[in-house]
């Protein structure tokens, strides 16, 4: 499959990179999506519209309206983490204003990349621990859910093993560093490859 415009949505996790790492490019985990897709379209168009402290209503808000005027046919939702930060944490906000996202991008026949979060186990204070978690594991239904009912490509940064090493988190322990943006991208990929059937030697 060859995509013509890739537009990047969310909060700090896409719009920043986090901590650089030695031996590891600093580049965001869109950024290295973007430039292995343009291995197969070196004419693919690329937007990261992603802002730092948005909630997924933000998201909606704020960077839905200028993607939907751009007409991509892949698009990525990460967002989540703001919300169940918050003490007004909403499950069913959170369901709706996902599900009119990724409805909306369906019926312009997007690809819809969706994903579950990093697991913060390793990083969080114990009496924060279990509430962000049980929080975390609402939201990862909800995303699942509507994943499977909108056919998105859904990445579960949740169960990746390598995403619960403390070692991928920068010096504040809020935002993933450059190795996790490589990780995260790794798995889009491998995502991405087995959704569409694309071989996955032609993203590397």
């Known amino acids: 499959m060859r995509w013509k415009h890739f537009v990047a949505l969310g909060d700090s996790i896409t719009a920043s990179m986090g ?55 892949l698009v990525s939702i990460l967002c989540g983490g703001n919300d169940v930060l918050s003490p007004h944490w909403s499950p069913s906000l959170y369901r709706r204003t996902l599900e009119t996202m990724f409805q909306a991008f369906k019926m312009q ?29 609402e939201a990862h239904v909800i995303v699942r859910d509507l994943s499977a009912m909108y056919q998105c490509v859904c990445v579960d940064c949740w169960h990746l093993a390598s995403t619960h090493d403390p070692q991928i988190w920068s010096v504040d322990r809020k935002h993933p560093n450059a190795l996790a943006h490589q990780l995260i991208a790794a798995e889009v990929k491998r995502c991405l490859s087995q959704a569409t059937g694309l071989d996955p030697g032609l993203i590397a």
């Open 19 to 73: 901590d650089s790492v030695p031996g590891i490019e600093s580049l965001r985990w869109a950024d290295r999506i973007a430039g292995e897709l343009r291995l197969l379209n070196p004419d693919l168009g690329y937007d990261n519209l992603a802002q730092h402290g948005h909630t997924t209503n933000d998201v909606y808000t704020l960077q839905y309206p200028k993607a939907e005027a751009l007409r991509p046919d």
């Open 109 to 137: 026949n997007a690809t819809v990349i969706s994903f579950t979060l990093l697991n913060p186990t390793s990083i969080l204070p114990t009496r924060l621990a279990a509430r962000t978690c049980a929080r975390l594991e």
